[in-house]
């Protein structure tokens, strides 16, 4: 078996967390939400180098992670980090704005894989400048949007494509909560309404909420930490494919994440870790059953780290790519625009303003 030699830049919560066990002994521990418990549960992958412009959670990693990586090593360069550790797979979980060097340097630097938190970045020229890096050196470039690797998402794409419930027609999505913020946690939702609706975006209207009514056209916060700096709001996004969606995403209301796919002849309703398909029966009542569960031995980010090595070592597309990244991105930032010019329809493509 191939060994690949791992780093991780950015050592909060989704990049370094331990695996919780699963709710008894004999089933083992959940599946991986993390970077680094993704590793862990890879055995051809080994942590040898971590990076943060925080000491402490440099030594919080080692501490925590002593039982199976007692050597790494750690840094607060992670230019230094790249040019002494010869790394094949990096993590890339730093601030929202401070992906795109990073994972340029790593992809010059020889590197052979990169998982980049979401959003890939927070401007369309960095999200050009990663993918066009990791292009011109064939760097497989994975943007860890996850419900990508989430087994009902699957069974939900496979079902629309199937033909059984008609052709999609509309989605609502809705992302509540206090930190439903359209840049940390809303392309989530956002990349969501993509895989389903499978079509480049035509055009999109927004509002942003009232409290962040004047925000402004283009990115201002820090990076993801504070809510208060990433706005929520809504917006109505039209599809080449004819396909349009609403999405909703606004921190007063309780913490929630759905996607409602409607369908010609049925509905599919997608919580986290839960669904549901509606259909008219012959006479004209509703059904209303489980979405069928689909057991499969990895998801999440542990499915992303292996298709990752799978994409080093055969090629091929994957799940949730760069230029995924980049529509997503794409589209909230026309919901920036289209806010700054009270609503009206913003089309594709769009440009940094």
């Known amino acids: 078996m191939k060994s690949y030699r791992v780093a991780i830049v950015g050592l909060t919560g989704i990049a370094a967390r331990r695996p919780e066990p699963a709710p008894h002994p004999s089933l083992g521990r959940l599946a991986p939400h993390s970077h ?23 030594e919080r990693f080692r501490q925590e ?22 790394i094949d797979l990096l993590s890339v979980a730093t601030s929202d704005h401070r992906h795109a060097q990073i994972v340029v340097d790593a992809a010059e630097a020889g590197v052979r894989g990169i998982l980049c938190e979401k959003p890939i970045a927070t401007t369309l020229a960095d999200a050009d400048r990663m993918i066009a890096a990791c292009r011109a050196r064939g760097v497989p470039l994975l943007i860890d949007h996850t419900r990508r690797w989430y087994p009902e998402y699957a069974r939900a794409r496979e079902m629309l494509a199937s033909g059984t419930l008609g052709p999609l027609r509309r989605i609502i999505a809705t992302l509540s909560g206090p930190r439903a913020m359209l840049f940390r946690n809303g392309t989530h939702l956002v990349d969501a309404v993509c895989y389903f609706a499978d079509s480049e975006p035509a055009w999109v209207s927004g509002r942003l909420d009232d409290e962040h ?24 996004v039209g599809f080449e494919s004819g396909v349009r969606a609403f999405i909703n995403a606004s921190k007063g209301t309780m913490r929630h ?28 009542r509703l059904a209303v059953s489980p979405l069928p569960p689909l057991h499969t031995s990895h998801a999440d980010i542990g499915a992303a780290v292996r298709e990752l090595i799978s994409l080093v070592e055969n090629g091929g597309q994957g799940l949730s790519t760069g230029e995924d990244g980049r529509r997503a991105l794409s589209i909230i930032l026309a919901i920036l625009q289209s806010n700054a010019a009270g609503g009206q329809p913003v089309p594709f493509p769009v440009t940094d303003v």
């Open 36 to 58: 680094a418990a993704a590793y862990a549960a890879c055995p051809s992958t080994q942590v040898v180098a971590v990076c943060d412009l925080v000491p402490d959670l440099i």
């Open 65 to 86: 992670w002593a039982d199976l990586w007692p050597d790494v090593r750690g840094y607060t360069d992670y230019r230094r980090m790249l040019e002494a550790e010869g």
């Open 213 to 236: 009514r004047d925000y402004g056209p283009r990115y201002r916060g820090d990076g993801g930490h504070d809510p208060a700096t990433d706005p929520g709001g809504s917006a109505l």
């Open 257 to 284: 994440f759905e996607v409602d796919l409607w369908a010609q002849e049925g509905r599919l309703r997608l919580g986290n870790g839960t669904g549901e398909v509606w259909r008219l029966t012959e006479d004209g």
